[in-house]
């Protein structure tokens, strides 16, 4: 069975740094793309950023570009990213995607539960 | 604002018809994925592709697509079918990822 657990999460002032990390399971970690998808409170789903699973094909969002860092360690199955000088409008639950696309269209078929961070001082 | 168009809302009489569309560019290249979200759960895939249905997804939901428009259709919808649906696919340049604004289907 497939197991993504994000952690990471918490209240953190405006401009502070965060890191969230998913850990995977029940499925070969290096074979897939990964992605991070957030929700704001009551709002929709706003993909964040993707990572190839070899690391070489790196996307952001605008709204978190030069700010969020995605990265993976494929030996110990995890999906990281690397929040800087964060926004109260990065305030939102923080979803880890696993990518089962063998084409151009993203195609996320496993979610984990989310972590929820709070931009706020 | 989101490259990938949904109406906000969608009801549907239990046991009728319902489409939900997605507009954008992008889908002219890329077919669009969709997702079924209840409140406070994770989103789960329902359609990918042409019109392919991950294992375990009734074969009621199904997907299509024409132009700028890709189409999730509910035919019998049930009541544990309530949910917010979002699109998702390309941008129009092709290299990032974009969702929908989310359609919120109420089963009447």
């Known amino acids: 069975e497939v197991q993504l657990v994000e952690s990471g999460g918490g209240l953190i002032p405006p401009g502070r740094s965060l890191r969230l990390s998913c850990s995977a399971s029940?499925?070969?970690?290096?074979?897939?793309?990964m992605h991070w998808v957030r929700q704001a409170p009551g709002k929709g789903l706003e993909w964040v950023a993707s990572?190839?699973?070899?690391?070489?094909?790196?996307r952001y969002a605008d709204s978190v570009e030069g700010r969020f860092t995605i990265s993976r360690d494929n030996a110990k199955n995890s999906l990281f990213v690397q929040m800087n000088s964060l926004r109260p409008e990065d305030t939102a639950l923080y979803y880890c995607?696993?990518?089962?696309?063998?084409?151009?269209?993203?195609?996320?078929?496993?979610w984990g539960q989310g972590t929820l961070v709070t931009v706020s001082s | 604002s989101s490259e990938l168009t949904q109406d906000p809302a969608v009801s549907v009489a239990l046991g009728q018809t319902v489409r939900i569309t997605c507009q954008g560019d992008?889908?002219?290249?890329?077919?669009a994925s969709w997702y079924q979200q209840k409140p406070g759960q994770a989103p789960i895939l329902v359609i990918y592709?042409?019109?392919n249905r991950p294992s375990g997804i009734p074969d009621r939901f199904s997907g299509s697509s024409s132009g700028n428009t890709a189409s999730l259709t509910i035919t019998g919808a049930q009541a544990e079918d309530e949910a917010d649906y979002y699109c998702?696919?390309?941008?129009?340049?092709?290299?990032?990822?974009?969702f929908g604004g989310g359609t919120k289907l109420t089963v009447l």
């Open positions: 998702n696919s390309r941008d129009s340049s092709g290299i990032l990822v974009v």
């Open positions: 990572i190839s699973w070899n690391s070489n094909n790196i």
């Open positions: 995607g696993k990518d089962a696309s063998t084409v151009a269209t993203p195609m996320i078929d496993s």
């Open positions: 592709g042409k019109n």
């Open positions: 029940g499925f070969t970690f290096d074979d897939y793309a």
């Open positions: 992008s889908l002219r290249s890329y077919y």
